[in-house]
């Protein structure tokens, strides 16, 4: 994995199909190296596009979360890695045992890093109390950042505000990858940030120390995907 800014922006292939999913992806040529695959385009186009983006010199970001037993968890981590994928998530709120579980799978594939997410981007502290957790997102994040890591977490998934308490916590060797990131001019999008509850700019994401930053729709909707692209890399 690269250190330049451009080379720690992942571009999310929200997509519905694998048609237009390649079509942004020969759009955007050179320009990104760094892709998200997430559960709509896997399950729609498979898992050939996977290894077609590994192929064609990509890494892929592959979004599971997974949350199933154990056993089911180590056996998707190690698809993952058979497919070539550079990362993999697991949910955090599943325990130690999936998180171990998902680490001790993936050491036969040293590219693959396992990342446990924290408190998904689109839940509130109204969302947390619905499922009985009386903690609040900042602090439910931190406590299973905590948990992660004791796990054998290469790192985590977390919001943009939750990065710099996150980076103090987990010092500079793991990985913090930030998805709800958007432009500073798009305080929203089709009358919605996103589907995220607690979205940043990139800038703030990076300056935080963020390790990756995760965009979407400010790349993949842009009439010009490339120039929209150099605006994230630029810190938005």
């Given at each position: ?22 079509a ?26 996977v ?14 979360k ?6 089911s ?13 550079s ?6 709120m ?35 109390a ?53 432009l ?6 089709d ?46």
């Amino acid at each position: 994995m690269n250190d330049t800014t451009a080379d720690r922006v992942i571009v999310a292939l929200d997509f519905d199909g694998r048609a237009g999913a390649e079509a942004l992806v020969d759009r955007l040529g050179d320009a990104c190296g760094f892709y998200k695959v997430g559960l709509e385009l896997l399950t729609a186009a498979g898992p050939d596009l996977v290894r077609e983006l590994v192929a064609r010199g990509h890494e892929v970001f592959l979004d599971l979360k997974l949350f199933e037993i154990p056993h089911s968890v180590a056996g998707a981590v190690r698809a993952a890695g058979a497919l070539g994928a550079s990362m993999v998530t697991v949910h955090a709120m599943g325990g130690t045992g999936i998180m171990t579980a998902a680490v001790e799978a993936a050491r036969d594939f040293p590219r693959l890093k396992v990342l446990a997410l924290t408190v998904v981007t689109s839940m509130t502290g109204g969302d947390l109390a619905d499922i009985g957790v009386a903690a609040s997102t900042d602090e439910q994040v931190v406590r299973l950042a905590r948990l992660a890591v004791d796990a054998g977490c290469d790192g985590v998934i977390a919001a943009p505000r939750e990065t710099g308490p996150l980076r103090e916590l987990l010092g500079p060797g793991r990985l913090i990858v930030t998805p709800g990131v958007r432009l500073a001019d798009e305080s929203s999008l089709d009358g919605e940030a996103g589907g995220q509850a607690r979205a940043g700019t990139p800038g703030a994401a990076f300056a935080a120390g963020a390790s990756y930053v995760v965009v979407g729709r400010s790349v993949n909707r842009a009439a010009d995907p490339v120039a929209a692209l150099r605006r994230v890399a630029a810190g938005g």
